[in-house]
């Protein structure tokens, strides 16, 4: 057993086993931490310079990624439509796992040097906090962001909806505040966009940075881009039968919406079960006009602009950007 530093954790006393002294060495680990009022949990910690709930809790998901999930899986696994295919029938938490699900249900880390059968996995984890074991492997890492308006908004609903019942509910405008300080779940969220955008300008044959808008907007574009980069490009045979277009018809938010699997399925931790329906919202670019105002919309436009300055990137959504 290892500690997050990677050192070995201390043997155990009698009569404590593993698990004992794994939870013990975390909460040792966890007191040394910076600390701050959370949201939706209690209090979030500052680790490596990001900001995590307590071990052992499961994070929400935003619609994109559940989208951009089953785009990579029908590219990886096949997309003929076949009522049985697993596409059809699997949540896309299950066809593509969270790798930190590994680490709180104690499950052995697949090894990432196996290149059969292709393997997906999915993290919310900083570039900077990715292990050296991912970075020296042949792994190739896509990474989708979104205008940061939109990610707030789907981020603050898809929490409440989590939000443990002892805990008192915390406002809109509270939640935004944390937010734009960097208090958020992975956040802040502008170093967390910055270092996968950095990564794919020093290394663009391992990393590839997507906008969400982008993908909504010129879906079959960016859908040959990504089989490119993820080695399985389409043959001009498969362009010419359209099978560009069945993987998007097939992946399209309200197809995966009204899967079986996705309205009553459920997503199973080591603590808790959350419902699939759960992690399908609205997908939608542009949301955030109907939830923010004139004024949190200038103060964090304005925030973004600063910290993305110089770096070449920038998180507007189409209509913002005519």
Not at 64 to 87: C, I, K, N, R, Y
Request: charged residues 25%; contains cysteine; aromatic residues 10%.
């Amino acid at each position: 057993m290892m500690a997050t530093d990677g050192r070995p954790c201390e043997k155990s006393s009698e009569g404590e086993d593993e698990d004992e002294v794994g939870k013990r060495n975390n909460m040792e680990i966890i007191s040394k931490l910076g600390k701050e009022e959370g949201w939706p949990l209690e209090y979030m910690y500052e680790y490596q310079g990001f900001w995590y709930a307590s071990v052992g809790r499961h994070s929400s998901d935003h619609p994109s990624q559940v989208w951009h999930d089953m785009v990579q899986a029908s590219l990886v696994f096949g997309h003929e439509p076949d009522p049985t295919s697993p596409l059809l029938n699997t949540s896309p938490h299950d066809l593509v796992p969270f790798l930190e699900l590994y680490l709180h249900q104690n499950i052995p880390f697949p090894d990432p040097y196996s290149p059969h059968p292709p393997q997906l996995f999915q993290t919310h984890l900083p570039f900077t906090s990715l292990s050296q074991y991912v970075m020296e492997s042949r792994c190739r890492i896509v990474y989708v962001c979104r205008n940061p308006k939109d990610v707030f908004v789907s981020l603050f609903c898809s929490l409440e909806k989590l939000r443990d019942e002892r805990l008192k509910p915390i406002s809109l405008e509270k939640a935004f505040e944390l937010f734009c300080k960097g208090i958020s779940l992975y956040g802040p969220f502008w170093d967390h966009v910055l270092g996968y955008w950095k990564a794919s300008l020093e290394s663009p044959e391992r990393v590839m940075s997507l906008r969400y808008e982008d993908m909504k907007r010129e879906s079959s574009f960016h859908l040959k881009r990504l089989a490119e980069f993820m080695d399985y490009p389409f043959s001009t045979e498969e362009e010419k039968q359209g099978l560009v277009n069945e993987i998007l018809e097939m992946c399209n938010f309200e197809n995966l919406r009204n899967l079986e699997v996705n309205k009553t399925g459920r997503l199973t931790t080591n603590s808790s079960q959350i419902e699939n329906h759960r992690f399908f919202r609205k997908g939608e670019v542009g949301d955030w006009k109907r939830h923010l105002t004139d004024e949190m919309v200038e103060g964090i436009d304005k925030l973004i602009d600063q910290k993305l300055a110089g770096s070449g990137l920038t998180l507007h959504d189409c209509s913002e950007e005519a």
